[in-house]
């Protein structure tokens, strides 16, 4: 060994491959740099994507109630499939860095020690996206709801439809839904003679081995009882729930049933807080006058006027 290191020849080849690794770790450490960079702005387009959802299901919410509102889902779809999309690109790269791996590594290779947590960062990211992505696109609603959906009717039919935002072109997988209705009934106090119980029930879809097929609609029949919601069950089983309905057994329920849906949603934004029922909360006039506004011109096509709603503020409030 002492020879060869005095070898002009030898020390010229040791200088060059030591050029090579300096030059390839160079480039690894610039690699993993740029993948953090762009998991941390996908972090901040992901906020911005909940934002947008959170927009979209309050609109969603007030159309329910008759109120105006565009609930279109093609924009967001649109934003969810394309970030997804750079997502799993960052995942095939990671995989291809941890081959390059296997075939070249070296005493403090940082691919070693930065891409597990990459991994982490990013599966982390990916699950999060398609917990979000999914979604009810259509609250459940009977053939004939007349604009008031959320009032489903025993041994009737009923259909809700779930939406997975994040387009998947992988043609090896079905989307397959489940439907859960949670009854909770231990949750709210006995409802009064003729007026029906609230049911909250619950989507959700699971990502099975078979061909991809999108959504459907889903449909089931519905059981006296109360107010329920329902969750519609990809990576891992996401779910989402739907608004609030109650079912009635007969058409002298419904003025009740439809009141209680339409002062859920005009009060609260969490589709689980079936406490709501047990205690409802008062509703500022304000809000209740825009709603009924709302109501009225889902059937006369205008809203009411200031003083059709003053009139009604005398006749409720005095």
Known sequence: GQER?????????LQALQAKLQNLDRQRREVLAQMQQLLGRSETLQELLQQELGGWQERQRRLCLGGPGDTNLRPLEAWFTELGQGLFQLRQLLRTLNDLRQKVTYERDPLVAETPLLEQRLQEQLTHLLKSAFVVEQQPSTPNAAKRPLVLRTASKFSARARLLVRLHDRNHRME???HIDRSPNLSPPAPQGYPEPHLPSLGGILSPQPLRGLGALGGLGRPGGLGTASLTPVPSPQTTTLPFIIISNNNQFSSAWASILWFNMLSSDPKAQQFFSSPPPAPWPRLAEVLSWQF?????????????LMLAKKLLG
């Not at 290191?5 to 080849?13: H, S, V």
């Not at 011109?297 to 709603?309: I, P, T, Y």
């Open 5 to 13: 290191n005095k070898d002009p020849q030898y020390i010229q080849q």
């Open 177 to 179: 839904a489940k439907i």
């Open 297 to 309: 011109e889902s059937v006369a096509e205008r809203g009411l006027s200031q003083d059709n709603l």
